[in-house]
């Protein structure tokens, strides 16, 4: 088979399609990404008057969506990627319903219990794409995907924020899960990713330049990378309030917003000029990362914390890019589903342990803590990339049979 062969998508299966996949994660994920910011005001609703535990609450659909990502993968291999596609939205739809007409904080939190364990939208859409695509092919359509998440996370806190004024969010989450079931109707149109027959074997030839890690080196990277990032995201308002006091709610989420507007600008031609050399692109973006983080610290000014918040965007995108073409060189000769299950587990605990370290700096040390934490993490990532690199089990690529 030649290099070509294996780059090309599965028969049947176009551009469109992959559109389609990542339109209707958008518009699913909009109540799962744009309400959680709004828990302190939620909770006073549901008897919690002081939102006391609106920390704890914020990581819950996080915990059991790790918990639940690995079986629904391996349930996807085995039954259907698109079926469990369409669970995962049904059952994103079921969980907001659930949350929006809660009348006690019992009933709340077991809705944010089943929108982790039911949903699981990311990954399910990553293993249906993994099924129907491979290569280059698959590595863009993992990084259209990662852009449909940043683009989400922006739209969705404004859009939600704007419709307070009419209906409060707690109620909204009842509205909004006319998404799910809308993205659901949607997906039911698509078809059913066919596998296709592969020789025994590949002439050693094909690829060789690729650069390749293990899976253990995949999900080491995946939660390196979601720990270090995320980890900044719970207390930046009240780090930028603590290094220019005044700054106007506007500015401080503009501020919030520009590493994934970056991404948004950039991924496409980040993939094109990394997608053969996705472990330079990852060290690369660990890099920024950690500079773009130790410079929180010490940025006084606006236009200091524009230009740290732009490199860190920088590195955002540079390592979400490299992990996508990481991922999509490993998925070749698996079960995609189990492995972007597996993969969702360790980004799911990254965010985590980073929402606990957060929180734990941020109260022992101030608010420069959780940046400077993550800053850390990210530069001992660059220091261990740069020399798992040079071992030959990296350079090794993994013969599968079909």
């Given at each position: 088979?030649?290099?070509?062969?294996?780059?090309?998508?599965?028969?049947?299966?176009?551009?469109?399609?992959?559109?389609a996949v990542a339109g209707c994660y958008f518009v699913a994920s909009f109540a799962a990404l744009g309400l959680p910011p709004y828990l302190t005001e939620i909770l006073p609703e549901l008897g919690d008057h002081q939102a006391r535990w609106a920390g704890v609450l914020y990581i819950v659909p996080t915990v059991f969506g790790a918990l639940g990502a690995p079986l629904w993968g391996r349930l996807a291999d085995r039954y259907g990627r698109k079926r469990l596609l369409l669970r995962a939205q049904l059952g994103l739809a079921v969980s907001f319903v659930v949350?929006?007409?809660?009348?006690?904080?019992?009933?709340?939190?077991?809705?944010?219990?089943?929108?982790?364990?039911?949903?699981?939208?990311?990954?399910?859409?990553?293993?249906?794409?993994?099924?129907?695509?491979?290569?280059?092919?698959?590595?863009?359509?993992?990084?259209?995907?990662?852009?449909?998440?940043?683009?989400?996370?922006?739209?969705?806190?404004?859009?939600?924020?704007?419709?307070?004024?009419?209906?409060?969010?707690?109620?909204?989450?009842?509205?909004?899960?006319?998404?799910?079931?809308?993205?659901?109707?949607?997906?039911?149109?698509?078809?059913?990713?066919?596998?296709?027959?592969?020789?025994?074997?590949?002439?050693?030839?094909?690829?060789?330049?690729?650069?390749?890690?293990?899976?253990?080196?995949?999900?080491?990277?995946?939660?390196?990378?979601?720990?270090?990032?995320?980890?900044?995201?719970?207390?930046?308002?009240?780090?930028?309030?603590?290094?220019?006091?005044?700054?106007?709610?506007?500015?401080?989420?503009?501020?919030?917003?520009?590493?994934?507007?970056?991404?948004?600008?950039?991924?496409?031609?980040?993939?094109?000029?990394?997608?053969?050399?996705?472990?330079?692109?990852?060290?690369?973006?660990?890099?920024?990362?950690?500079?773009?983080?130790?410079?929180?610290?010490?940025?006084?000014?606006?236009?200091?914390?524009?230009?740290?918040?732009?490199?860190?965007?920088?590195?955002?995108?540079?390592?979400?890019?490299?992990?996508?073409?990481?991922?999509?060189?490993?998925?070749?000769?698996?079960?995609?589903?189990?492995?972007?299950?597996?993969?969702?587990?360790?980004?799911?605990?990254?965010?985590?342990?980073?929402?606990?370290?957060?929180?734990?700096?941020?109260?022992?040390?101030?608010?420069?803590?959780?940046?400077?934490?993550?800053?850390?993490?990210?530069?001992?990532?660059?220091?261990?990339?740069?020399?798992?690199?040079?071992?030959?089990?990296?350079?090794?690529?993994?013969?599968?049979?079909?």
């Open positions: 088979m030649s290099a070509q062969a294996l780059r090309m998508p599965r028969p049947g299966f176009g551009r469109g399609h992959v559109q949350a929006g007409w809660a009348d006690s904080m019992a009933t709340f939190t077991v809705a944010l219990v089943l929108q982790g364990v039911l949903g699981g939208t990311f990954a399910a859409s990553n293993g249906y794409l993994g099924a129907a695509l491979e290569g280059p092919a698959l590595s863009k359509a993992l990084t259209l995907m990662q852009g449909s998440a940043r683009a989400a996370l922006v739209v969705a806190p404004i859009v939600v924020g704007s419709l307070s004024g009419w209906l409060s969010p707690h109620r909204q989450y009842a509205l909004l899960a006319v998404l799910p079931l809308t993205a659901a109707l949607l997906l039911a149109a698509l078809p059913e990713p066919e596998p296709v027959e592969q020789p025994q074997s590949r002439p050693e030839t094909v690829d060789a330049a690729a650069p390749v890690v293990s899976l253990k080196v995949l999900y080491a990277l995946e939660f390196a990378f979601v720990f270090s990032t995320v980890i900044s995201f719970p207390y930046l308002i009240a780090l930028v309030d603590d290094r220019i006091p005044g700054t106007s709610p506007a500015l401080s989420g503009v501020l919030f917003a520009l590493p994934h507007l970056v991404y948004l600008v950039a991924a496409l031609a980040v993939h094109a000029t990394f997608r053969d050399r996705p472990r330079a692109g990852i060290a690369l973006g660990f890099a920024c990362i950690a500079l773009g983080l130790a410079g929180h610290a010490v940025a006084g000014s606006p236009a200091s914390l524009i230009a740290v918040r732009l490199l860190l965007g920088v590195g955002l995108t540079l390592g979400l890019v490299s992990l996508s073409v990481l991922a999509a060189d490993c998925a070749k000769g698996r079960a995609p589903g189990g492995m972007f299950g597996s993969l969702e587990f360790f980004s799911k605990a990254g965010a985590v342990a980073a929402g606990v370290a957060a929180a734990a700096g941020s109260a022992r040390f101030g608010p420069a803590a959780p940046v400077l934490i993550g800053g850390a993490a990210a530069a001992v990532t660059v220091i261990a990339t740069l020399l798992l690199s040079s071992l030959p089990a990296l350079n090794h690529r993994t013969r599968r049979s079909s």
